[in-house]
Nanobody, 123 residues
Framework: QVQVVESGGGLVQAGGSLRLSCQFSGRAFAVYTMGWFRQVAGKQREYVAAIGGSGRPSVYADSVKGRFAASRDNAKNIMYLQMYNLKPADTAVYYC????????????????WGRGTQVTVSS
């Protein structure tokens, strides 16, 4: 059974940095595309980034391109989202998700989800 658990959220000032982690438990981590999504209360879940099983490709939403970087350590079954130059608009609950397949952006195509970690960026 696959499980994913996010950590690393918190409160940060605008312009600051934060790194989120997603711990994967289960078999064959390297065959899973891992994704990050975020959601603000009352709005739809939004794609942030995804990274293929080998670490490539990594695909980013336009809103975070150049500021966020996804990476993974397949030996440790963990994925990261390094966030730089954070903006108040980045405030959301961030979710980690996994799918056994290629990199896609539709949350409906991801099979396993964590419970989320709150990121709050103050102005």
């Amino acid at each position: 059974q696959v499980q994913v658990v996010e950590s690393g959220g918190g409160l940060v000032q605008a312009g600051g940095s934060l790194r989120l982690s997603c711990q994967f438990s289960g078999r064959a981590f390297a065959v899973y595309t891992m994704g990050w999504f975020r959601q603000v209360a009352g709005k739809q879940r939004e794609y942030v980034a995804a990274i293929g099983g080998s670490g490539r490709p990594s695909v980013y939403a336009d809103s975070v391109k150049g500021r966020f970087a996804a990476s993974r350590d397949n030996a440790k079954n963990i994925m990261y989202l390094q966030m730089y130059n954070l903006k108040p608009a980045d405030t959301a609950v961030y979710y980690c998700a996994a799918r056994a397949g290629t990199v896609v952006q539709d949350p409906r195509d991801f099979d396993y989800w964590g419970r989320g970690t709150q990121v709050t960026v103050s102005s």
